[in-house]
């Protein structure tokens, strides 16, 4: 049974930086990609980042593009999202998720990620 376990959230300031993590078992992830997808309160869940496990191609929302970075650590099966120079609009609960066999042009879709973790949340403060 696959698990994701996200971790690293908290209250940062506006500008600041932070780094969540996501722990992921169960299986071999060879093939899959992992992703990070948010919800903010009162909308829809949306599309963040993602990366793949083989190969390590990476995909970005335009609204974090050159703010946030994903990595993959395989060593730890760990997924990590820097995030700085935040704002206030990026206050949302942050999911992980995976699937396997997404093709490079569905990375920015929840539709092909069948694992989905419980979410850590991060509050940016102006």
């Known amino acids: 049974q696959v698990q994701l376990v996200e971790s690293g959230g908290g209250l940062v300031q506006t500008g600041g930086s932070l780094r969540i993590s996501c722990a992921a078992s169960g299986r071999a992830f060879g093939g899959h990609t992992l992703g990070w997808f948010r919800q903010a309160p009162g909308k829809e869940r949306e599309f963040t980042a993602a990366i793949r496990w083989n190969g390590g191609s990476t995909s970005y929302a335009n609204s974090v593009k050159g703010r946030f970075t994903i990595t993959l650590d395989k060593t730890k099966n760990t997924m990590y999202l820097q995030m700085s120079s935040l704002k206030p609009e990026d206050t949302a609960v942050y999911y992980c998720?995976?699937?396997?066999?997404?093709?490079?042009?569905?990375?920015?879709?929840?539709?092909?990620?069948?694992?989905w973790g419980q979410g850590t949340q991060v509050t940016v403060s102006s």
């Open positions: 998720a995976t699937g396997y066999g997404i093709i490079l042009s569905s990375m920015q879709s929840s539709n092909g990620y069948l694992y």
